[in-house]
């Protein structure tokens, strides 16, 4: 079993900021990658940013020079910087990871998301 808790949402003015964080726990081998996704209402889930274990990133284009993605592989956790926010980044942010199983698979993980409102 492996959760991932999200934290770090709310509501943020229009050119605000606002750092999401996400911890990683249960019982795995090891973790390849770690990021978050959004989904805004009425489309679909998209790529934020991710990291893999080696420090390789990975932006969406939302991401391109206003977000800021951050781990620690020591304590499993990502974190994600929002800057200069607007009302188009309103959507709930998913934490995920790539987990790696003591037996040499992988599978994906997702926290259950954290709501991000850009409102004046």
């Known amino acids: 079993q492996v959760q991932l808790v999200e934290s770090g949402g709310g509501l943020v003015q229009p050119g605000g900021s606002l750092r999401l964080s996400c911890a990683a726990s249960?019982?795995?081998?090891?973790?390849?990658?770690m990021g978050w996704y959004r989904q805004a209402p009425g489309k679909e889930r998209e790529l934020v940013a991710r990291?893999?274990?080696?420090?390789?990133?990975k932006n969406g284009d939302s991401a391109k020079g206003r977000f800021t993605i951050s781990r620690d592989n020591a304590k499993n956790t990502v974190s994600l910087q929002l800057s200069s926010v607007k009302p188009e980044d309103t959507a709930v942010y998913f934490c995920?990871?790539?987990?790696?199983?003591?037996?040499?698979?992988?599978?994906?993980?997702w926290g259950q998301g954290t709501q991000v409102t850009v409102s004046s």
């Open positions: 995920w990871a790539r987990i790696r199983t003591g037996y040499g698979g992988v599978f994906d993980s």
């Open positions: 249960g019982t795995f081998a090891g973790i390849s990658a």
């Open positions: 990291v893999t274990s080696d420090g390789h990133t």
